[in-house]
């Protein structure tokens, strides 16, 4: 398709506004007959805009329906900075062909930061919580780390550094840049400690500097997170257990798990700590467990964990396909796993774990009609035993792990 025939052109502009375009976009944004953006894009690029100037409407529509139904016409969305970096640029790429579009980045408010720090932006992590829990953070706070957070708006930087103060990481250097590349840009440093800046612009970026502390809550980056750093009543898939059964589910970026009796919450926590994009759904009928898992969640750095309050395998009806099922030690409802086993697609894997009995002769059952793998995993600890020290053993863990055909 040639340039010419792309109808729709999204044009990121910076704070500097007209002045920091370069003349391939100020012609699209010229010749457009509608121009989408924010009140703010449609300001700063108003002596531009010749066409009709559009809003967006409140709430967002995600589903870009205005724009595409003006499919054949000259049209142009105003974007911040680089419309693919946490940007509606995404967003519009779900509904219009790359092949029909034309995109012109500014540089990102990541890059902008990085730039005024002198940072080597391919060192640091860099987290968008516009719009999203300020819990996003947790996982990226390891020692000696550098972060880039794109906030929400003028509280954004307070709460996050309270939240360092909180866990352990007062000293981290925070720096606050707003407004960048714009008339009012500023950068203030101070730390979360000691954070007592003002009048912030809702256009901020936030810098990191992670300084961990003597009680500093810092998650370990791999499976198999301590027992403490979760909140439970005694349902939980200890330490050991879980690492070997994180191994057993092996998570795959992008993927859905269902962790069903979820406890907890401790194996979909773990899943969703893997990567960024993975999802999980904790199925969890007590009430109390299940409210327990959410604030779970949050404290070790994954609020998109879904949990749902009920029983399988009725609570599993309507529930997105999974690439992966857990199911916990102590059930010994054929049913479940009978809908567990239907519910996964060619190619899903399935764990389940067994302390009784009864559980571990439904996983024998399971095993000898399709196959897969047994394990049997038996932890000692050492503990003392009068004046001397000698090993205490754990129940037996019967686990079973299957992949569908």
């Keep these: 398709m040639s340039a010419s025939s792309k109808w729709l052109s999204v044009v990121g502009i910076g704070e500097d506004g007209v002045g920091g375009l370069g003349d391939a976009a100020k012609r699209l944004i010229g010749e457009a007959e509608i121009v989408f953006g924010g009140k703010r894009h449609l300001a700063l690029a108003n002596e531009l805009i010749k066409g009709e100037s559009r809003a967006w409407p409140i709430p967002f529509d995600t589903a870009m329906r205005e724009v595409l139904a003006l499919r054949g016409q000259k049209v142009c969305v105003l974007a911040s900075g ?7 640029g995404v967003t519009l790429a779900r509904h219009v062909p790359s092949g029909e579009m034309i995109a012109i980045p500014a540089p990102s408010a990541f890059s902008l930061a990085a730039s005024r720090l002198g940072w080597a932006l391919q060192d640091v992590e860099t987290v968008s919580l516009h719009g999203h829990s300020i819990d996003l953070i947790r996982p990226l706070l390891q020692p000696n780390r550098r972060v880039l957070a794109l ?16 866990h352990g990481f007062g000293a981290s250097k925070l720096t606050v840049l707003e407004a960048l590349g714009g008339e009012d840009e500023r950068i203030r440093t ?13 256009l901020n970026v936030l810098a990191l500097e992670i300084e961990t502390g003597p009680e500093a809550r810092v998650l370990p980056l791999t499976a198999g997170r301590a027992d403490a750093l979760f909140e439970h009543d005694g349902q939980i898939t200890k330490r050991a257990v879980r690492a070997v059964t994180l191994a057993a589910l092996a998570p795959r ?11 907890s919450g401790s194996i979909a926590i773990e899943w969703m700590l893997a990567d960024p994009a993975m999802r ?25 964990l879904k949990v749902i309050e009920g029983t399988a395998p009725a609570a599993l009806a309507g529930l997105p396909t999974p690439d992966a099922i ?13 809908a567990a086993v239907a519910a996964l ?3 899903g894997r399935l764990v389940a774990n067994a302390v009784t009995l009864e559980m571990e002769a439904l996983l024998l059952a399971r095993h000898a009609a399709l196959g897969g793998e047994l394990t049997r995993i038996a932890i000692a600890r050492e503990t003392a035993i009068g004046s ?18």
Excluded: Y
């Excluded at 680089?82 to 940007?87: A, E, K, M, S, Y």
């Excluded at 857990?326 to 009978?338: N, P, S, Y």
């Excluded at 205490?392 to 299957?402: D, F, G, H, I, L």
């Design 345 to 347: 697609p060619s190619g």
């Design 190 to 202: 101070t730390t979360a400690r000691g954070f007592d800046l003002e009048k912030i612009n809702a």
């Design 253 to 263: 970026r992008g993927e859905l798990l269902w962790d069903i009796g979820a406890g």
């Design 326 to 338: 857990f199911i916990g030690g102590g059930g010994t409802d054929a049913g479940v796993m009978d």
């Design 388 to 405: 001397m020290r000698g090993w205490r053993p754990a129940m037996p863990v019967t686990q079973w792990s299957w992949v569908k055909a």
């Design 82 to 88: 680089d419309p693919f970096l946490h940007g509606v």
């Design 151 to 166: 906030t929400s708006d003028g509280e954004g930087p307070a709460a996050v550094a309270s939240l360092l103060a909180g």
């Design 280 to 304: 999980a759904i904790a199925i969890e009928g007590d009430a109390e467990r299940a409210a327990r898992i959410g604030r779970n969640a949050a404290a070790l750095g994954v609020p998109g």
